[in-house]
């Protein structure tokens, strides 16, 4: 069961490069999130979608932009890098109901020199 | 608004003792409580969650944890630590109302000493 795959796993980029996260998931969910994961800092939200065509900001949107064109997938974009976006970055979908939790993927790490 | 507070961003015990992680929330609606475990260079995964009935909760891995609403608790417990249950624990707080965005709390690094 594949559940949230994302793609890449790691990618380094330089100051002012620009490149795009995916998010797939097979589980027909409605619910799906990009966050990012700093030491000491948690999980920070940075977009969020409640369905396709829909996107929402969330905590830290700045330096980002996301699309959903299609359900299963969730698109997580840098226009221009910087050093500040160093960081893990983890997708994650829910289905609707709020007792059900979230499923997360394995995380896309991105070093901007 | 909702928050959730883990006490102790460190937390570290000896192979076999008791693990305690705690958290506590603040939510204006009955809330569905979760406990998610990310092991080291993987993404977070459930380990159990509180929605209704039993306030005793059984997870996987020999973890548990107890609903107190008196006490606006959802503290995680383990009779023996493993040194296989060394990772980051989070806690989180399903979204109340019109909100699509469950809070989570910081974090605690769970450290197991042999």
């Known amino acids: 069961n594949a559940g949230v795959t994302q793609t890449p796993k790691f990618r380094v980029l330089k100051t002012g490069q620009s490149m795009t996260l995916l998010c797939a998931q097979d589980?027909?969910?409605?619910?799906m999130y990009w966050y990012r994961q700093d030491p000491g800092m948690g999980l920070r939200l940075i977009h969020y979608?409640?369905?396709?065509?829909?996107?929402a900001k969330g905590e830290v949107p700045d330096g980002y932009n996301v699309s959903r064109l299609k359900k299963q997938n969730f698109l997580l974009g840098l226009e221009s890098a910087a050093p500040s976006q160093t960081s893990v970055y983890f997708c994650?979908?829910?289905?609707?109901?709020?007792?059900?939790?979230?499923?997360f993927g394995e995380g896309s790490r991105l070093t901007v020199l | 608004a909702q928050s959730v507070t883990q006490l102790g961003s460190h937390v570290s015990v000896s192979e076999g003792a008791l693990v305690l992680l705690r958290c506590n929330y603040s939510?204006?609606?009955?809330?569905?409580l979760f406990w998610y475990v990310q092991y080291p260079n993987q993404g977070l995964q459930l380990l159990l969650k509180?929605?209704?009935?039993?306030?005793l909760v059984k997870g996987i891995n020999g973890f548990e944890a107890e609903f107190k609403k008196s006490e606006t608790s959802f503290h995680l417990t383990k009779p023996s630590a493993h040194m296989s249950d060394a990772a980051e624990y989070f806690c989180?707080?399903?979204?109340?109302?019109?909100?699509?965005?469950?809070?989570f709390g910081r974090g605690t690094s769970l450290i197991v000493h042999p």
């Open positions: 994650a979908a829910r289905a609707i109901p709020a007792t059900g939790e979230l499923f």
């Open positions: 989180a707080v399903s979204p109340d109302g019109g909100s699509y965005i469950p809070t």
């Open positions: 939510s204006s609606v009955p809330p569905y």
């Open positions: 509180y929605t209704t009935g039993a306030t």
């Open positions: 979608s409640v369905g396709e065509g829909t996107t």
């Open positions: 589980m027909n969910h409605e619910y």
